[in-house]
């Protein structure tokens, strides 16, 4: 650790001495800690491309979610984003949750997966989940960008970037404690701020969120409400300004969470999805199901003036240990609650480490040519561990498998984005980075006990090295004061790795290639009457080469990763909110997405598929209907719905010179969707569905109390996350395994601010 905080400090301080020479600031600092600007107009002030801009002028598909807005419904992490933001999808599994934008993203089976829809918090990347369990609390908002955001983002954002920004020290003391009752988890989550000044130049905020509840699905083997949830969360931002010309924020994030018992559920192979809020699974030899779950993320931002130019540092340190342990629900479908003897059981230990550096120059704003430079580095560390076991009654066998798997990572890239304005309505933008990346893996596997080896041993070693350029050209045309057209061409990409948890894994299948994408874009975006209707629309065509895949096949019960040779994805996205009077609003959200495979070579065999295309027990390769020869071009790809939407309603209603009444509402919408890799038409389809949340809160008018009740999934949707076929003989009884998402629950809320 000790080497890590230095390498932070000496950032601070290269930086800090540059500031007594320096003359005073003539641009605003960048907005690390900008938030909604309250004021009539209704902007939304982002950082989308490194600078404070209104989210009216900044020409990218994206949408942004304020801290406010998530913590009315008590938001926990990433899934809840998708309740607001069209074409996104956060896919629910037993720890490894993934975001999908636009219908691509990184699937969870493969850990070593760096991410297609890459998170920062902070300006920190975060490639993997389990790295971001702090900061979702006491935000200042969620920037979501869709699309290749290679040129100024860069680190794996081929299909999007997910933007966290934590809020910062306030200029006054103030703070608020925060309390809340779950009734259906049958438990507590407390959360508070404390904010303000320590001295003339050094603010601070200490926020924390302490969560102990239960879960919404009964355990019989263990007379448990699965998953039980503990979790505390914390951070400490420190902001120094010690003169007009430099300010140097430091954040440290802790977050500990622990998970009891899984959100398996089993359901019939032969019907639709019939998932139950009950499940039979007793402890298995490694231990309690769950998750256990602990990280640090350090980070330092610090702003110099340079003249008239800005100087940003932004130094980042990142760490994880994570011990997830699966099971599967042991209920047999339509049997009355009996329960196979057979069980399946893994546990995946990981361990984490990186550091990042990024240094930026930023010119002057209302100048014939402004830009963006910079430069960025990253270093990190990966183990993961997969133990394996198997008690199978059929074959007679009990016994356990354990691989270890090691990457360490290196990446550099150069960028820069130039703006011309070409007359006071047109702008011209092009962005450019290069990125390198080398990455060393290595992989073993072992039989610990066991009659014989019921999956294959085996070893791996691959090294890469590799540079991707990712270019953009944006124009952009004012057409009226406030409104804006804008047409964009980019491209991003995904650097390549090695399959990390698959056993049977040889140095022949161990690497796979990167990624790459390309994106086509035309929006308008329009402020009317004054700020009080606010409307954007886009169209897109992103085509993904390359697109790494890992699939589920039931028939070994393992998973097949790799690259799928391309696919398209197209589509409509847009926006509509509207403020008629101060105490009410509406905002609507839409889109529409079709996403198909061009060219997918050699892939696993749908369930639609007839054995006479394509057969998983065919060995002949000669053979049609051989797997090497399956294509699955014209084919969709799984969780991805074509029809996305979201409504949220604000009333405010005054009940008196003291008190007043907020009631929120918020419906999220999708349409269809595979949620089995095999897309199997019976028991892999999520239907359409409809969620409503809903938030009625009591407070004085200088909300300086509160109380609220909040209900969740009010109509009580049953929707699954993803879906696979547990087969024989791995289990005696073959059914579907379903991951089922929260129900309906409801809260009571009490607050404080001072």
Same mark, same amino acid.
């Given at each position: 650790?000790?080497?890590?905080?230095?390498?932070?400090?000496?950032?601070?301080?290269?930086?800090?001495?540059?500031?007594?020479?320096?003359?005073?600031?003539?641009?605003?600092?960048?907005?690390?800690?900008?938030?909604?600007?309250?004021?009539?107009?209704?902007?939304?002030?982002? $950082?989308?491309?490194?600078?404070?801009?209104?989210?009216?002028?900044?020409?990218?598909?994206?949408?942004?979610?304020?801290?406010?807005?998530?913590?009315?419904?008590?938001?926990?992490?990433?899934?809840?984003?998708?309740?607001?933001?069209?074409?996104?999808?956060?896919?629910?599994?037993?720890?490894?949750?993934?975001?999908?934008?636009?219908?691509? @993203?990184?699937?969870?089976?493969?850990?070593?997966?760096?991410?297609?829809?890459?998170?920062?918090?902070?300006?920190?990347?975060?490639?993997?989940?389990?790295?971001?369990?702090?900061?979702?609390?006491?935000?200042?908002?969620?920037?979501?960008?869709?699309?290749?955001?290679?040129?100024?983002?860069?680190?794996?954002?081929?299909?999007?970037?997910?933007?966290?920004? =934590?809020?910062?020290?306030?200029?006054?003391?103030?703070?608020?404690?925060?309390?809340?009752?779950?009734?259906?988890?049958?438990?507590?989550? #407390?959360?508070?701020?404390?904010?303000?000044?320590?001295?003339?130049?050094?603010?601070?905020?200490?926020?924390?969120?302490?969560?102990?509840?239960?879960?919404?699905?009964?355990?019989?083997?263990?007379?448990?409400?699965?998953?039980?949830?503990?979790?505390?969360?914390?951070?400490?931002?420190?902001?120094?300004?010690?003169?007009?010309?430099?300010?140097?924020?430091?954040?440290?994030?802790?977050?500990?969470?622990?998970?009891?018992?899984?959100?398996?559920?089993?359901?019939?192979?032969?019907?639709?999805?019939?998932?139950?809020?009950?499940?039979?699974?007793?402890?298995?030899?490694?231990?309690?199901?769950?998750?256990?779950?602990?990280?640090?993320?350090?980070?330092?931002?610090?702003?110099?003036?340079? @003249?008239?130019?800005?100087?940003?540092?932004?130094?980042?340190?990142?760490?994880?240990?994570?011990?997830?342990?699966?099971?599967?629900?042991?209920?047999?479908?339509?049997?009355?609650?009996?329960?196979?003897?057979?069980?399946?059981?893994?546990?995946?230990?990981?361990?984490?480490?990186?550091?990042?550096?990024?240094?930026?120059?930023?010119?002057?704003?209302?100048?014939?040519?402004?830009?963006?430079?910079?430069?960025?580095?990253?270093?990190?560390?990966?183990?993961?561990?997969?133990?394996?076991?198997?008690?199978?009654?059929?074959?007679?066998?009990?016994?356990?498998?354990?691989?270890?798997?090691?990457?360490?990572?290196? =990446?550099?890239?150069?960028?820069?984005?130039?703006?011309?304005?070409?007359?006071?309505?047109?702008?011209?933008?092009?962005?450019?980075?290069?990125?390198?990346?080398?990455?060393?893996?290595?992989?073993?596997?072992?039989?610990?006990?066991?009659? #014989?080896?019921?999956?294959?041993?085996?070893?791996?070693?691959?090294?890469?090295?590799?540079?991707?350029?990712?270019?953009?050209?944006?124009?952009?045309?004012?057409?009226?004061?406030?409104?804006?057209?804008?047409?964009?061409?980019?491209?991003?990409?995904?650097?390549?790795?090695?399959?990390?948890?698959?056993?049977?894994?040889?140095?022949?299948?161990?690497?796979?290639?990167?990624?790459?994408?390309?994106?086509?874009?035309?929006?308008?975006?329009?402020?009317?009457?004054?700020?009080?209707?606010?409307?954007?629309?886009?169209?897109?065509?992103?085509?993904?080469?390359?697109?790494?895949?890992?699939?589920?096949?039931?028939? $070994?019960?393992?998973?097949?990763?790799?690259?799928?040779?391309?696919?398209?994805?197209?589509?409509?996205?847009?926006?509509?909110?509207?403020?008629?009077?101060?105490?009410?609003?509406?905002?609507?959200?839409?889109?529409?997405?079709?996403?198909?495979?061009?060219?997918?070579?050699?892939?696993?065999?749908?369930?639609?598929?007839?054995?006479?295309?394509?057969?998983?027990?065919?060995?002949?390769?000669?053979?049609?209907?051989?797997?090497?020869?399956?294509?699955?071009?014209?084919?969709?790809?799984?969780?991805?719905?074509?029809?996305?939407?979201?409504?949220?309603?604000? @009333?405010? #209603?005054?009940?008196?010179?003291?008190?007043?009444?907020?009631?929120?509402?918020?419906?999220?919408?999708?349409?269809?969707?595979?949620?089995?890799?095999?897309?199997?038409?019976?028991?892999?389809?999520?239907?359409?569905?409809?969620?409503?949340?809903?938030?009625?809160?009591?407070?004085?008018?200088?909300?300086?109390?509160?109380?609220?009740?909040?209900?969740?999934?009010?109509?009580?949707?049953?929707?699954?996350?993803?879906?696979?076929?547990?087969?024989?003989?791995?289990?005696?009884?073959?059914?579907?395994?379903?991951?089922?998402?929260?129900?309906?629950?409801?809260?009571?809320?009490?607050?404080?601010?001072?």
């Amino acid at each position: 650790m000790k080497v890590h905080t230095q390498f932070l400090l000496s950032g601070v301080a290269a930086i800090a001495m540059l500031a007594n020479t320096a003359p005073a600031m003539a641009q605003a600092a960048p907005a690390d800690t900008a938030d909604v600007d309250d004021s009539n107009t209704n902007e939304i002030i982002v $950082t989308a491309q490194k600078r404070e801009q209104n989210l009216q002028n900044v020409p990218i598909s994206m949408e942004v979610v304020s801290g406010a807005k998530l913590a009315e419904f008590n938001t926990s992490d990433i899934k809840a984003v998708m309740n607001y933001t069209p074409n996104v999808f956060v896919q629910s599994t037993a720890g490894n949750d993934v975001i999908y934008i636009r219908g691509f @993203g990184s699937p969870p089976a493969n850990f070593a997966f760096d991410q297609s829809v890459s998170l920062y918090v902070d300006g920190i990347y975060a490639g993997r989940n389990r790295q971001a369990q702090a900061p979702f609390f006491d935000l200042a908002r969620v920037e979501v960008l869709r699309g290749p955001q290679g040129a100024l983002f860069g680190k794996n954002t081929a299909a999007g970037a997910v933007s966290v920004v =934590s809020a910062g020290p306030t200029k006054d003391f103030e703070g608020a404690i925060t309390g809340l009752y779950n009734f259906d988890h049958k438990g507590t989550d #407390f959360s508070g701020y404390l904010s303000g000044p320590i001295t003339d130049t050094l603010g601070a905020r200490f926020a924390y969120k302490i969560v102990n509840q239960d879960g919404y699905i009964y355990n019989r083997a263990t007379d448990h409400d699965d998953p039980e949830i503990r979790s505390q969360l914390l951070r400490l931002t420190l902001k120094w300004e010690p003169s007009d010309n430099f300010d140097y924020t430091a954040k440290v994030e802790y977050g500990n969470r622990e998970v009891i018992g899984g959100i398996t559920v089993s359901s019939p192979l032969t019907s639709g999805q019939d998932p139950q809020t009950t499940r039979y699974l007793e402890r298995s030899a490694l231990g309690d199901e769950g998750n256990d779950n602990k990280s640090v993320m350090i980070s330092g931002v610090g702003n110099l003036a340079l @003249g008239d130019f800005t100087l940003t540092s932004v130094t980042g340190y990142s760490w994880f240990k994570s011990k997830i342990v699966n099971g599967f629900d042991q209920t047999i479908p339509n049997s009355g609650g009996a329960v196979t003897a057979n069980s399946v059981y893994n546990a995946f230990p990981e361990r984490f480490d990186q550091i990042s550096q990024e240094i930026r120059i930023l010119s002057p704003t209302g100048r014939t040519f402004e830009f963006i430079v910079g430069a960025y580095y990253d270093k990190s560390n990966y183990q993961l561990e997969q133990y394996q076991g198997f008690n199978i009654a059929a074959l007679n066998y009990f016994g356990r498998i354990d691989s270890l798997f090691k990457q360490k990572a290196e =990446s550099w890239s150069a960028f820069g984005q130039a703006t011309v304005n070409i007359s006071d309505a047109f702008r011209a933008i092009g962005s450019l980075r290069y990125s390198h990346t080398k990455k060393d893996g290595d992989f073993a596997s072992r039989l610990v006990y066991g009659p #014989f080896a019921l999956r294959p041993i085996s070893s791996a070693t691959g090294s890469i090295s590799e540079g991707n350029v990712d270019p953009s050209v944006t124009l952009q045309y004012d057409i009226a004061p406030r409104i804006m057209v804008y047409g964009t061409w980019g491209r991003g990409s995904k650097s390549g790795g090695f399959v990390s948890n698959t056993l049977g894994t040889t140095s022949a299948t161990f690497t796979f290639e990167p990624e790459r994408s390309e994106n086509f874009e035309a929006g308008i975006k329009s402020t009317l009457f004054d700020g009080k209707v606010i409307a954007n629309v886009s169209a897109y065509h992103t085509k993904f080469k390359d697109l790494q895949v890992s699939v589920y096949q039931p028939a $070994t019960s393992s998973y097949l990763t790799g690259n799928a040779a391309a696919a398209t994805s197209k589509g409509l996205e847009g926006s509509l909110s509207i403020f008629p009077t101060p105490n009410f609003d509406i905002s609507a959200s839409a889109a529409y997405s079709d996403i198909k495979y061009d060219n997918y070579p050699g892939a696993a065999c749908l369930a639609s598929q007839p054995l006479s295309v394509c057969n998983p027990a065919q060995t002949d390769r000669t053979q049609p209907n051989h797997v090497a020869n399956n294509n699955l071009a014209g084919y969709p790809v799984a969780y991805s719905s074509k029809y996305t939407g979201s409504v949220t309603a604000h @009333g405010r #209603f005054d009940m008196s010179d003291d008190l007043k009444l907020d009631i929120t509402g918020v419906a999220s919408a999708r349409s269809k969707y595979f949620n089995s890799d095999n897309q199997s038409p019976i028991f892999g389809v999520q239907g359409g569905y409809v969620k409503l949340d809903l938030r009625v809160q009591l407070a004085d008018q200088d909300d300086r109390w509160h109380v609220a009740l909040v209900g969740k999934n009010l109509t009580n949707e049953k929707t699954i996350g993803s879906a696979f076929n547990l087969p024989s003989p791995i289990t005696a009884n073959p059914r579907a395994i379903l991951y089922l998402e929260p129900t309906r629950n409801i809260s009571v809320e009490a607050g404080i601010k001072f």
